[in-house]
């Protein structure tokens, strides 16, 4: 059973930083891919960033380029998300999102989510 678990979300200042992370157990091959979205009141859910399980590959996604860093550790088997210079579009309620095809920014292709955390910007 593939369990993921969000953590670190709050409140964050404009301009600010915002460290996420994702506590993934039970993984299979069908996680392959680890991949954050993000979902603003009234909005679709929206893709982030995502990284292969092995760290080889990762990418963030143009809204955020430039701010987005997403890594894995290994020891812990978690994966990060940090975003500085944090604006109040920013605030979301952030998903970490399992799933196997690579380069997917559907939240169709992944299987597996995360409870979701909420980050709020403030101005």
């Known amino acids: 059973q593939v369990q993921l678990i969000e953590s670190g979300g709050g409140l964050v200042q404009a301009g600010g930083s915002l460290r996420l992370s994702c506590a993934v157990s039970?993984?299979?091959?069908?996680?392959?891919?680890i991949s954050w979205f993000r979902q603003a009141p009234g909005k679709e859910r929206e893709f982030v960033a995502a990284?292969?399980?092995?760290?080889?590959?990762?990418f963030c996604a143009d809204s955020v380029k430039g701010r987005c860093t997403i890594s894995r550790d290994n020891a812990k088997n978690t994966v990060s998300l940090e975003m500085n210079s944090a604006k109040p579009e920013d605030t979301a309620v952030y998903y970490c999102?399992?799933?196997?095809?690579?380069?997917?920014?559907?939240?169709?292709?992944?299987?597996?989510w995360g409870q979701g955390t909420q980050v709020t910007v403030s101005s």
């Open positions: 039970g993984r299979s091959i069908r996680t392959s891919t």
């Open positions: 999102a399992g799933g196997s095809i690579w380069y997917s920014r559907r939240t169709a292709d992944y299987p597996y």
């Open positions: 990284i292969t399980w092995s760290g080889t590959n990762s």
